[in-house]
Each structure stands twice: as structure tokens, then as C-alpha cells.
């Protein structure tokens, strides 16, 4: 197989959300942004230099930042909160869902060093139960981007949705390798490559193992499609639905915990209408430790070998399970 | 609307305000009366006094308007009889508090669009943070009207409070009016005995905030308090008022007493109840 894709740079995903806050902040001026004491983690100070009428330091006290938010809608402005992944979603749960879901707030909860590549700091504040967490708040938009160029698409983009929005991405550089000029669609996967034998179905940092993996599985003589899943809800059930009918097999890869994450959205959506054998890579119900990230996604499974490994066993499994039928 | 400021005339509308909150709690057979009767004159007097607001075009944004926030919103009887009193909604719709299909939700809520609530409140410590957000959108808007919020004196035991407080006296936001309703009871008791946090206005105070008090149940000293409060916006201070309010005003059976929290009167308690509070406007 032909390389399909190639790294443009490497760069960390929280940069592009960086640089899309501070385009939006020249275009749309009801976009206002708020931090909790990690504005510089969060890459927002460009923001904050440029429009400091817009930037509100709320202090380490994450709960007043979702309402103060949720106050910002009143009025007619699009806030941006940006706090850890963390301290964005469990620290906050209540507000969230009683200030900001339930009241139908139009405020995009912008989260950083999601999951196990937060790295030394350890699972104090690796948080991997996020996107489960979020996609059970009814009307709440999940969204996982892959490298720096869709982190900033989609941190534009969500401007333009009304209602509450969760956008996850993380700290480690990592391959930039989508194109900078994308339009980033809510709920509309892409087919990174097409195959028939095997579904990757993948979203955040997971994105590039899964390219990784198909290439290496192409050497094998296995043909992988690889769907990335960026928007976890509302998820895109058709693109779901139809590369299962034709490969009969799936394997779903995040850097979450499998419980509650894309392979739950995944298996819900083909359980009910095109039931195959699935494979999740994901954390195995277990908290993380400091470590570095390469080391950290290696020891916790996610990295493309697993990958690769899922793939074998779910084909395994659609050989067998079809010859029981 | 123009502001009533005739004090007959306030002191009628109160009197049907309580008749509302024992007939609501009563029909739904649950719901707050203790602290609904407790903040009747401050909701009267913002309602039918202070607030411009535009009851018949309500709009969530309330863009030029004075905007109120519940924070405590268990006392959502006494909020739903001032907005359809004051015209936000029909008065026959106060029958269908707390039952199955009804906009009037146990605490408040946007989700059914009542005219009249801006974000949804009840878990407690929450509403004052909106207030806030709401406050600094107002000032990136240039709008020169003010927000207003109430929390409860139990509800200050919720830490997300103090981090609205701390920023309201950090920023210096200083279009917004938060009055604290002291009665001094929460559901557990008397918060001397559950927590005995001490005094409060020192507490504001020493976050950078002016503080006022006044007497919740007397409507003269209400409406000249909000007047103050009013003047003192604009200032580069946030303001706060400390209203001493009786839990269960106007009800003898029902007077500082935390076991009318969050009980609803029965058949002959209602009746009884009704028979101390004068008809003035007419029952829904």
C-alpha cells in the first residue's frame, strides 16, 4: 500500500486549539474565553494578548468558571472554557449538567491533557472517563480531534453549532498530518483509507496508530479501512453501519477507557442495526501512573501493535463466528 | 412596566402571592413553602417595583433589560406567583406546579421554556456563578441594566459560592445586586446547629464586596434598600444584601420554623393558611 498519508510537521493538539481560539477571536466577536489558572497550558495567551476584554481569569476554581460561562450565554456570547480535560468534565459534572446541559447553554467546554498522554503527572489527573461522561449529558456534543490542523478546524467550526459543545484534545507533539485547509463537519466521520477486510473505527491521538497499523497490516496482506470517528456525538451511524456491512469486522481504538467511550458509541450503533465482532483498544478499566506518553501508550495497550493484534483476533473471530452460524 | 410603589398596594399584591405559594404547594401536594413565604415582599418589590423588564416579550438574552436569578431555586412557588402575577405567563397555569407536562418544574428550568427563567437552578451554589457570567456579558454589551440574584443563607455551605464571591470582589463587578436570604434555617434545622458558619457580612466584606442589610418582611425597608443597592452600582464594588427574612412569613402555623422547609401543607393546614391570607387579586 502507498503511503496515503504523510506527516505534515509534528506539533501538540492543544496549540491548535490555541490558534483557532485566536482566529475566532478576529472573526466572531461574541467569542469569549475563559481559564482557570492553565491559560498558558491551554495555549490561550495569544487570545488573551490580542482580545484581553474577552479573556476572563477565573483562578483555580473550575466549578464558578462552567457557571460564569453559562452566564455568558445570557447575552448573546459563546464562551470557551479552557481547564484540563480533568478538571473540565469530572470536577465539574453538576455545573455542567444543571448550569450549561440542562439550561440549553450554547458554551464550548475546551479541554486539554486528555487521557494517558498528560503523561509524568500521573492518573491524579489523567482523566479517561471524560468522553463517557460527556456523551450520557443529553443535547451534548462530543468531540475528539486527531492532530494539530483538526484540533484548530474543529475549534473554529464549533462556534457555528448552538448548544453545548466538549472538545478534547491533548499535550504531546504528535504527527500533524491532516490537511490545514479542512472544513471540519460536526457528526461526519472520515475515511482515512479504504479497505475490506477489517473497520478501524478511531478518534483523538489514537487516529495515526490506526494509520500506522493499517500499513503495517497491509504489508500482511490485510486490506484495513480506517474511519476516524472525531465527533462521538451526535455519531455518524451511516458511515458506521455501512463499512460494517462490507468489512464484517471492527476494531475501535481511543485513548479512554473502553467502558463509555467510542467503542461503546460503535458497538451501541451496530448492535441495533448490523451486528459484527468488535474489538476495543482502550484503557482496560484501569487508572493510569506517570510515565512518559510513548511509554505510558505502550504499557496501557494503545499503542499500534494493539492495534494490529485487535485486528487479527476480530478477523479470527468473523472467520469463526460466521462459520458457526 | 412602571414600578407600583404604593405600599397598600404591594402589601395587597403579597397577601396573593402567599395565597398562590400555600395553594400550589398545596395542589401539588410537595414543593417549598417555608422559604417561598419568607422572600414574598423582596419578590413583590423586585417584581412589581425595581425590575425593568419586558414580562410580555420575554427573550432569554434580556438584552437592555434587568435580569433576576434564582439561585436557591427550591422557592420556585413564590418566583412562578410574581412572573404570572407581573404577566411573564397565564395564572391558571400555577394549577399545574410540580404535576406531569407542566412548564412549572419543581425548580426551575428553561427546558420547557417558561417565560421568565434564563438557566436552570436548584442544586445549590450554582446560580450566583451565572449571575456573574450573566453581569460581564451585560458589561461586553454595554448594556447598563443590572442583574440581580438570591441565595439562601443554607446554601452559602456550598464552596462554589465562595469562588463566585471571591471573583465578584476580585473583578469588582459591580452591576449586580446578590441578596442572601438569612432566615436561618436549612432542611436538617437551624443552621446554628447543622453549620454554624459564623457571621456573613463580614464575609463578603473581607472579599471586597459592600454589604447592606435590611428586614426581608418589611416592604418599605425592602424597596429603600434595593434603591441603595441600585444607586451603589457602577462603583467598582459588588454589592450585597443581607435580608433578614422570617421562614414561613404570613402563616402563623408555618413562622421560623425548618420543618415547613420543604413540606407541603395538607387539606385543613391549607385551609387554615388561606383563612390568614386576604383574596386580593383573585385565586388563580
Known amino acids: 500500500m502507498a503511503k496515503k498519508f504523510t506527516v505534515i510537521d509534528k506539533k501538540d493538539t492543544r496549540s491548535g486549539f490555541g490558534a483557532g481560539l485566536l482566529e475566532l477571536g478576529k472573526t466572531n466577536p461574541n467569542v469569549v474565553a475563559l481559564c482557570a489558572d492553565l491559560g498558558g497550558s491551554l495555549k490561550m495567551d495569544a487570545f488573551q494578548k490580542e482580545f484581553p476584554e474577552r479573556f476572563i481569569q477565573c483562578g483555580v476554581a473550575e466549578a464558578n468558571m462552567m457557571g460564569i460561562a453559562a452566564g455568558l450565554t445570557i447575552g448573546g456570547k459563546i464562551p470557551y472554557t479552557g481547564t484540563f480535560a480533568n478538571f473540565s468534565t469530572g470536577r465539574v459534572y453538576d455545573q455542567i449538567r444543571q448550569s450549561i446541559a440542562y439550561s440549553h447553554k450554547n458554551v464550548k467546554i475546551c479541554a486539554s491533557h486528555a487521557g494517558i498522554t498528560l503523561g509524568e503527572d500521573g492518573a491524579t489527573h489523567q482523566i479517561l472517563e471524560d468522553i463517557g461522561l460527556m456523551r450520557m449529558l443529553p443535547g451534548m456534543v462530543v468531540i475528539n480531534p486527531c492532530d494539530f490542523n483538526q484540533t484548530k478546524a474543529a475549534t473554529i467550526a464549533i462556534a457555528k453549532h448552538v448548544g453545548p459543545v466538549y472538545l478534547r484534545f491533548g499535550r504531546p507533539v504528535v504527527p500533524n498530518f491532516t490537511s490545514p485547509e479542512q472544513t471540519f463537519e460536526i457528526g461526519k466521520s472520515i475515511m482515512f483509507n479504504e479497505g475490506k477486510d477489517v473497520t478501524i473505527f478511531c478518534t483523538g491521538h489514537l487516529v495515526w496508530k490506526s494509520l500506522e497499523a493499517c500499513e503495517a497490516l497491509a504489508e500482511k496482506g490485510i486490506e484495513a479501512e480506517v474511519i476516524n470517528i472525531h465527533t462521538i456525538k451526535p455519531i455518524d451511524e451511516t458511515a458506521i453501519i455501512r463499512s460494517a456491512r462490507k468489512t464484517g469486522c471492527i476494531v475501535t481504538a481511543e485513548e479512554h477507557q473502553v467502558n463509555g467511550g467510542l467503542g461503546d458509541a460503535v458497538a451501541h450503533v451496530l448492535s441495533k442495526n448490523f451486528p459484527v465482532p468488535i474489538e476495543f483498544v482502550g484503557v482496560k478499566d484501569s487508572f493510569g501512573e506517570s510515565g512518559k506518553p510513548e511509554e505510558l501508550m505502550k504499557k496501557y495497550g494503545l499503542d499500534s501493535p494493539d492495534i494490529i493484534s485487535a485486528v487479527e483476533l476480530v478477523m479470527a473471530r468473523k472467520r469463526t463466528e460466521l462459520a458457526a452460524f | ?284
Open chain 2, 1 to 284: 412596566m412602571s414600578g407600583i410603589s404604593d405600599i397598600t398596594e404591594l402589601k395587597r399584591i403579597c397577601s396573593q402571592v402567599r395565597r398562590d405559594i400555600i395553594r400550589m404547594t398545596h395542589g401539588a401536594q410537595s414543593g417549598h413553602p417555608g422559604g417561598s413565604l419568607g422572600c414574598t415582599e423582596f419578590f413583590v418589590a423586585l417584581y412589581f417595583n425595581l425590575l425593568q423588564h419586558n414580562p410580555r416579550k420575554f427573550s432569554i438574552d434580556g438584552i437592555n433589560e434587568d435580569i433576576f436569578i434564582l439561585s436557591n431555586g427550591h422557592i420556585s412557588p413564590v418566583w412562578y406567583s410574581v412572573l404570572s402575577r407581573s404577566g411573564y405567563f397565564n395564572t391558571k397555569e400555577m394549577s399545574t406546579f410540580r404535576k406531569i407536562n407542566s412548564r412549572l418544574q419543581g425548580h426551575p428550568a428553561t427546558h420547557e421554556g417558561l417565560p421568565g427563567i434564563r438557566v436552570a437552578t436548584g442544586s445549590l451554589g450554582q446560580g450566583l456563578s451565572v449571575a456573574m457570567g450573566a453581569a460581564l456579558s451585560k458589561k461586553l454589551n454595554h448594556d447598563d441594566k443590572l442583574v440581580y440574584c438570591l441565595c439562601g443563607d443554607g446554601e452559602m455551605e456550598e464552596g462554589q459560592i465562595w469562588e463566585a464571591v471571591m471573583f465578584g470582589g476580585a473583578k469588582k463587578v459591580d452591576n449586580i445586586i446578590v441578596t442572601v436570604d438569612v432566615n436561618g434555617q436549612q432542611i436538617d434545622g437551624k443552621i446554628e446547629d447543622v453549620m454554624p458558619y459564623g457571621e456573613l457580612k463580614p464575609k463578603f466584606e473581607s472579599f471586597g464586596w459592600k454589604v447592606l442589610e435590611m428586614n426581608g418582611n418589611d416592604i418599605a425597608e425592602v424597596l429603600e434598600t434595593l434603591d441603595k443597592a441600585k444607586s451603589l452600582t457602577g462603583k467598582k464594588q459588588a454589592i450585597a444584601i443581607m435580608m433578614k427574612t422570617e421562614m414561613g412569613h404570613g402563616v402563623d402555623f408555618m413562622r421560623n420554623n425548618f420543618k415547613w422547609h420543604g413540606v407541603a401543607p395538607n387539606d385543613e393546614q391549607a385551609k387554615t393558611a388561606l383563612s390568614q391570607l386576604e383574596e386580593t387579586l383573585g385565586d388563580y
